[in-house]
Each structure stands twice: as C-alpha cells, then as structure tokens.
C-alpha cells in the first residue's frame, strides 16, 4: 500500500471535480484528483452543451474559461414549434445575456490540460475508490491502480463523482433527506452527424410528444425525442427516429436536416437532491448532490456553481475562517431548488400536451400555459430569467 498526504481529495473529474482541482491548485491548496475512467474516456463522454453566461463569466474570471470564451458559439433565442407555427422567444433581449454552446467534452478537455499542464496531481483509472474516518480530523481515500493499493489522508473530500458515484452512499440516511422526483418517461438522447437545421434550439411541442433540436457544431447536431415509459433504444431505429423527429419538429418553411445517427441513448427522467450536501469532512458538488433532468440544460450550470462555492469556502478555511464551509450546503441549494422548479414546470409544457389520450385535462393545462408564455412580455420575461438563469438573486 502506497500512502501519501494531501489536503483535499477530489473524487470525479468531472465539471465540478476539475473545476474543484484547478482553483484548489491555483489558490495553493494541495489537493489529488481521482477519476474511474481513462483521461481518453472522459474527453470523448458527450452530453451537455448549454452553459449558461454567469457561469461562463465565473469560470473566464477565474482563468479556466478563455478558450471557450474564444471559440463557443452564443444563443440568445430559441424557437416553440406549436400548432404548426414557430414561435422565437428572444430572451437575450429580455436579459442581455445568452447561452455559450460548447460540448461538455471540450470543457472537459481544457479543464484536464489546465490542471496536469499546471502539475495538477491527477489518477486516471483510479478503481475501488473508498472513503474512510469521514467524521474524524484526517479522513482518508483508498483505491487501486494497475501499480497497487493506495491511500490517501487528507483534511477534506469533495465528492464529485456524479449521480452513480460512491460518495453520496456516505451522507448518512438518519439525517439526509433526499427529495426524488420521476417524470414517468423517457428521452431518447440522440447525436446526428448533420448540420444544425436552424441557428437556434428548436423545442417541439406536439400531441406526439416533446422533440428538440440543439446545435452542438456545424457537423453534429443534438436531438431530443420523448418516449414512453420502458421504451428502449431497439424501440426505436433510425426510420422510426426521422419519421418523429419531422412530426414534431417540423412546420411550414422550418424542415430538419437528416444524417448518421452517431448516439442513441435513452435518459430515464428523474431529478433528485440531498440535503445537507455535507457530512462530516465530505463535501458534495454536483450530480453527486443534484440531479435535474437535462429539461432545461440545468444540470452542467449547477455543478459549476457549486464548484465555485465549495472552493471559496475551502479557502476561507484555510485563511481561518470555518464558517463558509459550514454553510456550504445553504449556500448552494437555493439555486438547485431553482433550476429544479423551472425544470419540472417547463416539462409541464414539453410533455403534458403528449397526455391528451390519457389525460386531456393536463394537456389543455399545458396549451394555455404555452399561449400565455406566447402572448405576454411579463410572462416571456419571467420565464427569460429563470431559463437563463442565475439573473436573480434566488
Ligand atoms: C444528454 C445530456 C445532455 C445534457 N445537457 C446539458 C446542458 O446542455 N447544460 C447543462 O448545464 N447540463 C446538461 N446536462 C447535465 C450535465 O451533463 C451534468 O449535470 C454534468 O455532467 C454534471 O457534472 P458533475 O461534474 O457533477 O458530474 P459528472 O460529469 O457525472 O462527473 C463525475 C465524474 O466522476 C467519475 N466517477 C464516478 N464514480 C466514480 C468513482 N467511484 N471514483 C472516481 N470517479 C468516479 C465519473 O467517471 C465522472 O467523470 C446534460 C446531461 C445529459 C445526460
């Protein structure tokens, strides 16, 4: 066995876990980075796009956004496809700011070069990762490489290893709760090699069911489809995938654009939170805390937020002052319970029209509240600050 000291093991490199390391690194805070996966693996992982513009300018402040500053493509409207017309919702407008479209992959990828270019002390393949003596002054991580067995003792743990991670085992059951919520369907998450077929993200709302389109780069584009509760990717071939995503996405003069289907997964909706999202010397950040459903392209934003905070409070603690860390977890979770809300209420509008069969009440539900957002500048403003987010003070 293998040990060594630091003061804080980051478990995850993800968003949040990197984005944890890279600022622990620059504030002079010693720290170790362990990852399950190769550094090629999570370089190629695709799934978020969307980043939010306060986000953006927190990481470009503290010099970890500059080539995505550089090279991400803005947004700063969407379309509603309804009833067989288009609908653009300009929410810059409304809030002078905009998305930056940038690959989570690519954010990813910049935050690896950063850390290990900088001698950012990482491990890759870092299996059986263990958390011990949580509660005490020295907690440890233990886990295996290809070399051995190694431990790790630290003063902190930032769990960062996302929604199927091992850290969130450890908060305990008496005094966490952890509010859960499914949506009973599914998304069929797909990656096309096809150029975007409009400039911005098309949200299909259809007595079919919800479809969306999403820029990624002008080769690949994201799709979305709606799917029915056990439905899985077998269920649906590639005929299957265009037929819908032309019934739903498609109105006069706004047709989709075919290609290659590069990814097809099915996401199971469900959002959950833990409360607290500390225990002891472990601290959470991200999925490992929060899930939200990728609804409102929440999910990428909140790990940065939380990222942020966790590691203005591990320096306060270091500079003397406990008190940031010990309010963490209050800290974090008003925007979470933010981002959650919007998402559930906006997939009142994406899903229920889809319920007409089963439960026209709903559905009709969902069409008022999509001509109200259409028809009033106070209610596209109200929904323009929450969908690009943290505008508020929440
Ligand atoms: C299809 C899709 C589209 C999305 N689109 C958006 C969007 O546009 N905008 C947005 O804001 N969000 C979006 N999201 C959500 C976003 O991808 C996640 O919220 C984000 O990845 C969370 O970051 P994280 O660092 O908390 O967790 P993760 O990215 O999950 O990182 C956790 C890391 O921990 C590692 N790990 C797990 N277990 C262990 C272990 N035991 N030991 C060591 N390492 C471990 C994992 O390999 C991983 O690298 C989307 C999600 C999906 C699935």
Not at 159 to 171: F, K, W
């Amino acid at each position: 066995m293998v040990a060594t000291r630091t003061a804080v093991v980051v478990v995850g490199a993800g968003p949040a876990g990197l984005t944890v390391a890279n600022l622990l690194r620059r504030a002079g805070i010693a720290c170790v980075l362990l990852e399950e996966r190769s550094r090629g693996f999570i370089e190629q992982r695709p799934r978020a796009g969307f980043i939010e513009e306060w986000a953006v300018r927190g990481l470009e402040a503290r010099g970890l956004g500059d080539k995505l500053v550089a090279t991400a493509p803005r947004h700063e409207e969407f379309e509603f496809r309804f009833a067989g017309q288009r609908h653009v919702v300009r929410y810059g407008d409304v809030t002078g700011q905009r998305h930056f479209v940038y690959p989570q992959q690519l954010l990813v990828t910049d935050l690896v070069a950063q850390y290990t270019d900088a001698g950012g002390e990482a491990v890759f393949g870092a299996r059986d990762v263990r958390l011990h003596d949580l509660t005490s002054d020295s907690p440890a991580v233990t886990f295996r490489t290809a070399d051995g067995e190694h431990r790790v003792d630290c003063d902190f743990v930032a769990g960062c290893d996302g929604a199927r991670g091992v850290s969130q085992g450890h908060l305990p059951p008496e005094t966490t709760v952890k509010a859960h919520h499914d949506y009973g369907i599914g998304w069929l998450a797909l990656l096309a090699e096809a150029p975007p077929s409009a400039d911005g993200v098309l949200f299909g709302i259809h007595p079919r069911g919800f479809a969306a389109h999403m820029a990624r780069t002008p080769t690949v584009t994201r799709f979305y489809l709606q799917t029915a509760p056990g439905e899985t990717e077998a269920d649906w071939p590639h005929e299957r995938v265009w037929e819908e995503l032309h019934a739903r996405l498609t109105v006069p003069g706004g047709d989709i654009v075919e290609g290659e289907l590069i990814e097809k997964r099915i996401l199971d909706m469900h959002n959950y939170v833990v409360e607290p999202m500390s225990h002891g010397r472990l601290h959470l950040a991200g999925e490992s805390a929060h899930l939200v459903a990728p609804i409102a392209a929440k999910g990428m934003n909140l790990a940065l937020h939380d990222a942020f905070l966790l590691t203005e409070a591990l320096q306060a603690h270091y500079a003397g002052d406990p008190t940031r860390l010990a309010g963490y977890s209050a800290a974090c979770l008003p925007l979470v319970w933010q981002y959650q809300e919007f998402s559930l209420w906006l997939s009142e509008i994406f899903h229920n029209t889809a319920a007409a069969t089963d439960n026209p009440f709903l559905a009709r539900i969902a069409e008022a509240r999509m001509r109200r957002l259409l028809g009033s500048p106070a209610a596209v403003a109200a929904f323009a600050e929450l969908y690009i987010g943290k505008n508020a003070d929440f």
